[in-house]
């Protein structure tokens, strides 16, 4: 069991979903067993899109002070019958209080395999350094 990504699924909690010179991406604060840290990911137009329109959502009666979303950290794949075609599908959390929603989203390939080299190959803070936020501060 991968225990960053099984123990604690509050460890890709979105900051910020937004565009900047360098293009669409996720704010991200992650956790790891050594820490914290906040990373940008990368995002293509259409994953940045239909992540901004799951957040713009309002999943319960009202959206107190204390909600927040969280990317969580696996990929499903579906495959369309006529046309043989897969289709990636991930999935956000929206959090408030003691309640939690989980939003379905079709995702591009690259965001699929972003995802998977999350999964399989991030164990500490070191192995993001390189998305560390303060480098793309802008």
């Known amino acids: 069991m991968d225990y960053a990504i099984q123990a604690n699924h509050q ?10 010179c360098f293009g669409s991406h ?3 604060k ?3 067993p ?7 990911w990368g995002l293509a137009d259409e994953d940045y899109l ?16 204390g909600y927040h979303y969280e990317l969580l950290p696996y990929v499903g794949v579906s495959l369309d019958k006529p046309n043989g075609k897969q289709k990636f599908l ?3 959390r929206c959090v408030q209080g003691q309640k939690a929603a989980r939003i379905e989203f079709e995702c591009s390939e690259r965001f699929a395999g972003n995802m ?23």
Not at 34 to 40: E, K, L, P, Q, W
Not at 116 to 138: A, G, Y
């Open 116 to 138: 998977e080299w999350f999964k399989n190959d991030v164990r500490c803070i070191q192995d993001l350094k390189h998305l560390k936020w303060e480098k793309f501060n802008v």
């Open 11 to 20: 460890n890709m909690k979105i900051l910020k979903a937004s565009i900047d």
């Open 26 to 28: 996720l704010k991200l």
């Open 50 to 65: 239909r992540i901004r329109n799951i957040i713009k959502e309002n999943y319960f009666d009202s959206l107190e002070v």
């Open 34 to 40: 050594d820490g914290n840290i906040v990373i940008r």
């Open 30 to 32: 992650i956790t790891l």
């Open 90 to 92: 991930a999935n956000l």
